[in-house]
């Protein structure tokens, strides 16, 4: 049922039930590269498709359908129902302005322009975290990065990012990863400030190495890529 009619969709997915709101997409629709059609699956006529939040571009991993809010308007527009119709801004940063690279930095820019005062967030950090500080920073190249700084957090739950915290990131475009991953990168684009998460347990040791690459040194980036690297670029690396 999506409102203005009911439609006959062929699905393999076992984790929802009758009355679940979940995100169709009809005939003409584009999922990524693919576009819809009404398509005979298994001897049934297949009218659109059911769609995982990794088919709709919402994670990096599914396990089934995406399954809607029971507050979810049948026929309504997925956009508006999970919040990803808001107006975007984009912007042509020039080279010398780096301190526009942010969200805080724009509105700092547009407080100036229009005479108003810049208003920053208030942090109130009632509860003191128990941060180990037996972390070793060493910096090779000070030309590339005079600075590096580095805290050890434990046991935080390796989770899923909260919906608001999605949509803010896919409407700026940011691959979504997990909790961990999707906090540094909202971070950044609030700040300015760019910000990486390492797994301790694949580390070497307790040691972060600050350098510049070396010659036909390669690495293998998130998305499974192997990159060759040029002796400017910077290396955060172990001691392996």
Known sequence: DIGSSK??????AK????????????????VKDITIRKNKIRGQISEGMMCSEM??????ESEGIMILSSSCGIGDSF?????LDDV????????????????IGIAREISALIGTEFITGEY???????IDSKFEIEIEDYDLCPRYSAKLFK???????PQWLKNRLILCDVRLINLIVDLTNYVMLETGQPLH???????YSNKIIVRRAGKGENIKTIDDSIRILDDDALVIADED
């Open 155 to 161: 046991n935080i739950p390796n989770i899923k990012s």
């Open 124 to 130: 109130d950090f009632k509860k003191r975290l128990n």
């Open 7 to 12: 439609l006959n969709i062929v699905c393999g």
């Open 15 to 30: 984790n929802f039930k009758k009355e679940d709101r979940v995100a169709v997409a009809l005939p003409g629709a584009k």
């Open 88 to 103: 975007v801004l984009e912007l042509e940063i020039t080279p010398n302005r780096p301190d526009c690279l942010s969200v």
């Open 79 to 83: 956009s508006k129902s999970v919040g």
């Open 197 to 203: 998460a390492f797994d301790k347990d694949m580390l």
């Open 55 to 60: 088919e709709l571009g919402l994670s990096s």
